[in-house]
């Protein structure tokens, strides 16, 4: 029976693994899969034996703190590809972490697929010479960086970007879904999203919230919208929003698509999100502040003007980014502020945010990542 070993280190990478796993036991229901997942993985039917959420940090600082248990998961993993001697290794994301599993998987001769870039394009491009070493295959979502690969002589395939190519329902038009959330006439929204790691709700949604109670006092029919994170408990948020009782922001659990469309502005951090609300369409401010000794050590290598998702892929500034010091409640405010106030921008950043699906709905070269996992399982036995 064939086995794969899959590893998803935080939410966006559980939910594209899950779609991996779906899609080949589909056409091969004799596959199993098994490792590092969350609750979309277990559902689509992986054996989770570590929980992502237990080793979603990011951040220097923020890694130390939690190296127990992530040098923990890794020496698992590690064992069982010694024993269970899978028949493919596919990593989703999580660079760090994974880099160091792959160099197990060659050791032992099992093929290793690699899915979700590490950003060398952006920074530490050395790992480029870690990857060639380690990896039989480069599954990549941006069409840019299977060029970049190429001139580095890895194996590359391009596959195309999971939010374009992985099947998802389409949420109902804005006016149904504002009858769906209980919202009046008047009512502007702005969703609140604050992440999908521990460490990132400690830093950021203080700010965040900050940031709502300041926008409340200047557009007081402003309603609140806050999606959680697969990773993530509402136990996790309680404890913040319990300290703003007069703003009484919903936790919404499962329906973060429709959260994204019925918005007017969104406060978001960085990260895969921002291209998940661009391809919504939906305006919004990407906020993001890491402990000052990483933000020093990360500032000297980042080589890219942008740090979201959304602003990278389209090379400009389609929405405002504030970024460390400039993190706060009021720049953030400035920022939302004409956006639900004004319908012609908005409309504006609507219509810049189209270039980014523009950009990734740029067909995969040879099938998705579901025909490139099952080639390399074919061509591995």
């Not at 160099?103 to 697929?113: Q, R, Y």
């Not at 329902?169 to 502007?188: I, M, Q, T």
């Not at 806050?226 to 948020?237: F, G, I, K, N, V």
Request: hydrophobic share 45%; glycine share 6%.
């Amino acid at each position: 029976m064939p086995d794969i070993l899959i590893v998803a280190g935080e939410a966006s990478g559980d939910l594209h693994a899950a779609h991996i796993v779906r899609g080949v036991r589909e056409r091969r229901p004799d596959v199993t899969f098994f490792g590092i997942g969350g609750q979309d993985m277990r559902a689509a039917g992986a054996e989770i034996l570590v929980d992502s959420a237990e080793l979603a940090v990011v951040g220097l600082w923020e890694v130390l703190a939690h190296r127990k248990t992530i040098f923990g998961a890794l020496d698992r993993m590690r064992e069982l590809l010694r024993t269970r001697r899978p028949d493919l290794l596919l990593l989703t994301d999580y660079p760090d972490f994974n880099l160091r599993l792959a160099a197990t998987a060659k050791e032992l001769g099992i093929p290793v697929l690699y899915y979700i870039s590490p950003q060398v394009w952006a920074w530490r491009e050395g790992r480029v010479k870690t990857i060639r070493e380690r990896v039989d295959m480069m599954a990549v979502v941006f069409p840019f960086e299977a060029d970049f690969y190429r001139r580095h002589d890895v194996p590359v395939r391009y596959v195309g970007h999971p939010l374009i190519t992985e099947e998802r329902p389409l949420p109902a038009d804005r006016e149904s879904l504002r009858r769906k959330f209980s919202l009046e006439a008047g009512d502007r929204v702005l969703g609140l999203y604050p992440g999908s790691r521990q460490s990132e709700i400690r830093r950021l949604l203080p700010i965040i919230l900050q940031t709502a109670q300041r926008i409340r006092r200047e557009l007081p029919n402003v309603k609140f919208l806050m999606p959680l994170a697969s990773t993530l408990r509402e136990a996790d948020l309680q404890p913040y929003l319990q300290q703003y009782p007069e703003l009484d922001i919903p936790i919404i659990t499962g329906r973060t698509p429709e959260v994204t469309a019925v918005c007017d502005a969104i406060v978001t951090v960085s990260g895969t999100v921002t291209l998940e609300i661009a391809l919504a369409g939906t305006p919004m401010v990407i906020i993001n502040r890491l402990n000052w000794l990483t933000f020093q050590i990360v500032r000297r290598m980042v080589k890219l003007e942008h740090v979201g998702l959304c602003n990278i892929v389209a090379g400009e500034r389609l929405v405002p980014e504030r970024i460390q010091h400039e993190a706060t409640p009021e720049h953030i405010a400035a920022d939302v502020l004409p956006m639900l106030r004004d319908e012609s921008l908005n409309r504006q950043y609507r219509q810049r945010l189209a270039k980014v699906r523009d950009i990734l709905s740029e067909p995969p070269e040879d099938g998705d990542i579901v025909d490139l996992t099952l080639e390399m399982l074919d061509q591995s036995q």
